[in-house]
T-cell receptor, first 110, second 115 residues
Framework: TQLLEQSPQFLSIQEGENLTVYCNSSSVFSSLQWYRQEPGEGPVLLVT?????EVKKLKRLTFQFGDARKDSSLHITAAQPGDTGLYLCAGAYNFNKFYFGSGTKLNVKP | GAVVSQHPSRVICKSGTSVKIECRSL??????MFWYRQFPKQSLMLMAT?????????EQGVEKDKFLINHASLTLSTLTVTSAHPEDSSFYIC???????????FGPGTRLTVT
């Protein structure tokens, strides 16, 4: 069983649409990270959220950490083809343990 | 900052041989390095965690004698796949984390193909 569940698993949308990806767990994490990975490459860190209820913005991307630090969401406004990729959330425990979500494969069509 | 390199990026080897993959943190000291395996269109599966100067901690189901991990310095960890078989073919990715940091930075990955 996956400690972190991401939804949806696959998302195919048109350029300009908005979308939200969810990352849920029954466990409490000390922090949570979001990554984007393109085929044949390693994941690239997008953001780290630490405080319950925290909201961070990165251009058109908005990240939120749940109040109880068990879940997170990633919202993309006006998606572009360059946003296409595999989005991964990862929960961290005590500086030394990370658990990855199942991943969300996003395809943005021009 | 926070650059991690991996070498080689691609390797093809014959069944029964061993392959070594290097992971280096280029601009920070990585007290902890992680090794992951990723199957096509799937998320990352953690294989092992290594702390500099200590033995690696392997996840359940990962054979420590088959996947040898050495973390000899604060900037280098190696993964050796011993007696490789076709089922070991995969994308192997390392990541590195600094002391008491909850962020990890990934290498570009190594595509291993065993024929």
């Amino acid at each position: 069983t996956q400690l972190l569940e991401q939804s949806p698993q696959f998302l195919s949308i048109q350029e300009g649409e908005n979308l939200t990806v969810y990352c849920n767990s029954s466990s409490v994490f000390s922090s949570l990270q979001w990554y984007r990975q393109e085929p044949g490459e390693g994941p690239v860190l997008l953001v780290t959220v630490v405080t319950g209820g925290e909201v961070k913005k990165l251009k058109r991307l908005t990240f939120q950490f749940g109040d109880a630090r068990k879940d997170s969401s990633l919202h993309i406004t006006a998606a572009q083809p360059g946003d296409t990729g595999l989005y991964l959330c990862a929960g961290a425990y005590n500086f030394n343990k990370f658990y990855f979500g199942s991943g969300t494969k996003l395809n943005v069509k021009p | 900052g926070a650059v991690v390199s991996q070498h080689p990026s691609r390797v093809i080897c014959k069944s029964g041989t061993s392959v070594k993959i290097e992971c280096r943190s280029l601009d920070f000291q990585a007290t902890t390095m992680f090794w992951y395996r990723q199957f096509p269109k799937q998320s990352l599966m953690l294989m092992a965690t290594s702390n500099e100067g200590s033995k690696a901690t392997y996840e359940q189901g990962v054979e420590k004698d088959k996947f040898l991990i050495n973390h000899a310095s604060l900037t280098l960890s190696t993964l050796t796949v011993t007696s490789a078989h076709p089922e070991d073919s995969s994308f192997y990715i390392c990541s590195a984390s600094a002391y008491r940091s909850e962020e990890q930075y990934f290498g570009p990955g190594t595509r291993l193909t065993v024929t």
